[in-house]
């Protein structure tokens, strides 16, 4: 349009064209008064990246794209080390969840524990333990069932999440020894709740984790679809490794879905019409007790 030809997109192209009586307007170039930074900071923190740039900058996206930005891993690097080789912290008494994604047919395994702290909101990785391949498939015997059992060993854990497709004969083995077994099919819709929470858990600065250069690259190796509903996470078309980042959705999912509480004091619910006035063994007090999760009330008893 020649008349239009000087309102002109940041590349220095013409923005108006005119066909017949077809009249279009294709810029990248904010103009109105409402097109502010403040208002692009906030809708690029509410929105999927593939939606703001469809939406906000014209351009073109692929189904799939990096779901998680590796500068949000390493904002979220506040913990020193997996709890394995930290005796001392607070967390570990803590009740766990475990995910175990395996790999089939020359795929990489992994597990994560997770644990959940409700009263400040965050989930906060325990452990992981990441097999890659060497040629052959691993012996899930020797290496993912042996991992659970010493966790098992050495954590409080709660729940182990797994998709019994790809677990069978392990769980079979591991129900026996009474682990706490619960499976997780990873159905398209499990899989769009675990990825889109595991997604607003780190945009939300709700999630800490330690330096691990396995995980770390599995997450940078995540890719997303979006499904309407929420991101999905699936593999890329080079086939990159991200069993890890699968793990620790499923965990950090099932984590908060449990509610989370520390264990390390006594939990004491105490009924305000209780009377102990007739106990042959009165205690003179009870025991302190701690903040339960949120969904049970939340108060400290006393």
Same mark, same amino acid.
């Given at each position: ?10 590349q ?24 502010? %930074? ?9 929105? +999927?990246?593939?939606?703001? @740039?469809? &939406?906000? *900058?014209? !351009? ?49 395994s ?24 060497q ?27 797994? %998709?019994?497709?790809q ?6 083995? +591991?129900?026996?020894?009474g @682990?706490? &077994?619960? *499976?997780? !099919? ?27 250069d ?29 069993d ?24 004491v ?34």
């Open positions: 349009v020649p008349e239009l030809a000087h309102i002109q997109d940041a220095g192209n013409p923005v108006c064209f005119r066909k017949g009586r077809i009249f279009a307007y294709w810029d990248t170039v904010p103009r109105l008064p409402w097109q502010t %930074d403040v208002y692009y900071d906030e809708q690029f923190d509410e929105m +999927l990246p593939s939606q703001y @740039m469809r &939406l906000h *900058e014209n !351009r073109w996206v692929t189904s799939s794209e990096v779901l998680f930005p590796i500068e949000w891993w390493d904002r979220a690097m506040l913990l020193p080390g997996s709890l394995i080789y930290h005796p001392e912290s607070p967390f570990r008494r803590w009740p766990m969840t475990i995910a175990v994604d395996v790999g089939v047919k020359h795929d990489a992994a597990i994560v524990g997770t644990y959940y702290d409700a009263k400040r909101g965050k989930v906060g990785i325990a452990f992981h333990k990441i097999w890659e391949p040629g052959d498939d691993i012996d899930l015997e020797m290496t993912v069932e042996r991992e659970l059992i010493r966790m098992s060993q050495t954590f409080s854990i709660k729940r182990i999440v797994y %998709d019994p497709s677990f069978h004969r392990s769980m079979t083995t +591991l129900n026996k020894r @682990m706490p &077994l619960e *499976e997780f !099919r990873q159905s398209p819709q499990n899989m769009i709740w675990a990825g889109q929470q595991l997604y607003d858990l780190f945009r939300n600065q709700a999630i800490e984790v330690y330096p691990a396995d995980l770390r690259q599995h997450i940078q190796n995540a890719r997303g679809e979006d499904k309407g509903n929420g991101m999905r996470i699936v593999k890329d078309k080079g086939k990159s490794n991200n890890g980042a699968i793990a620790l959705a499923m965990a950090a999912y099932s984590s908060i879905n449990e509610g989370g509480v520390d264990l390390a004091r006594p939990i619910i105490e009924s305000p019409f209780g009377d102990r006035s007739q106990w042959a063994d009165k205690p003179k007090e009870l025991p302190g007790g701690i903040d339960l999760p949120f969904a049970l009330g939340g108060r400290r008893a006393r």
